[in-house]
């Protein structure tokens, strides 16, 4: 599949930039792969959707206030430090905007005795930098750091934000980036599918700001996807396996999870507990192994997640859902409407 395939037009003011007023009532676009049906619901009718024995799997990451502004040494200009991943201890991979105003040896202070020395360039505005602090650094980004709301949501984060940015069942923080189609769940969702005999399983996946990065290949084999951390326990894995030996269905929830998932595949086609990096690209054509359920949002054109879901119910499939989407004025991306493919 070519990159210019899977390009569309979304009405500017279809940007969700505000979450919904609840949780659990975006709009819910289920579409069926065998009859090629769609039908509308509200999101907390999910719980129709899934069955005693399945098993409903969640990217349990958290996501902590990555951005974060600093003054540059000598000229006192501001610039903000996107916090991306820890290297070791105090090291850390950035962005830094205006890069421009930048260089290795400068020094970025964040308040009285908390500060980082940059010590080299990575690419894109990217930076490797040094912090210097007392107690927790954790603390302080907590008490520093704005929540990273995606490029397209064109206004600053708020205090709502912190709370609606970030799934009910968040735990490990690690990520820039929440995993969206976890959002729209509340408890009461859960307590409601965990009663029909749904298990629910996490895994963990640290999104980083690859899920926004551009595409700028047209052959989609000659992309990379950034490498984000996961991992799968074996408590996790023995539940999904024991899941599919029984002929349940395997539900994820997000693209994340997916890629957790089908990045630890054994060559029987169950799952295996793992811990580490993965760069695992899903476009079409792709054959699920573990997978056979997906909750989703809609998503940007030419983006890492919206191939995945075409790969998923078929590149045609999901545009005509789209353009129904955009013909009825769903909401998109992060805090936008959900779809659910069965």
Request: glycine fraction near 6%; aromatic fraction near 12%; proline fraction near 4%.
């Amino acid at each position: 599949m070519k990159l210019s395939e899977l390009r569309y037009n979304l009405p500017e003011e279809l940007i969700a930039e505000y979450p919904a007023e609840k949780r659990d009532q975006s709009k819910l676009m289920v579409l069926d792969r065998k009859t090629e049906s769609i039908d509308t619901k509200i999101f907390y009718d999910i719980v129709e959707y899934l069955n005693k024995g399945d098993c409903l799997v969640v990217n349990n990451t958290r996501v902590f206030p990555a951005r974060i502004m600093a003054i540059k040494d000598k000229t006192d200009a501001q610039v903000e430090i996107f916090l991306l991943r820890e290297l070791e201890n105090g090291l850390w991979e950035v962005l830094v905007k205006p890069a421009r105003k930048v260089r290795v040896g400068n020094r970025l202070t964040i308040t009285d005795g908390v500060y980082c020395d940059v010590i080299d360039n990575t690419v894109s505005g990217g930076r490797v930098v040094r912090f210097f602090y007392e107690n927790n650094f954790f603390d302080i980004v907590e008490k520093f750091g704005k929540t990273p709301l995606p490029p397209y949501i064109k206004r600053e984060s708020n205090a709502e934000d912190k709370e609606r940015y970030q799934t009910v069942y968040a735990k490990t923080r690690g990520a820039v980036a929440a995993p969206t189609a976890g959002l729209h769940f509340t408890k009461k969702v859960f307590n409601k599918i965990e009663k029909k005999g749904v298990k629910i399983v996490p895994v963990l996946l640290h999104l980083g700001l690859g899920s926004f990065r551009q595409v700028m290949v047209e052959d989609l084999g000659r992309h990379k996807m950034d490498s984000e951390y996961f991992e799968i326990s074996e408590e996790s894995t023995n539940i999904i396996n024991e899941t599919i030996k029984n002929g349940g269905n395997i539900v994820a929830v997000g693209t994340s999870s997916v890629r957790v998932l089908e990045s630890v595949v054994t060559t029987e086609s169950f799952v295996k507990p793992l811990t580490g990096w993965t760069d695992k690209f899903i476009y079409p054509p792709y054959d699920f192994k573990i997978v056979n359920r997906l909750i989703t949002n809609f998503h940007l054109p030419c983006s890492t997640l919206l191939m995945l879901a075409s790969a998923f119910a078929g590149k045609d499939f999901v545009f005509r859902a789209y353009q129904k989407a955009i013909a009825e004025k769903w909401r998109f991306y992060s805090y936008g409407d959900a779809m659910l493919i069965i």
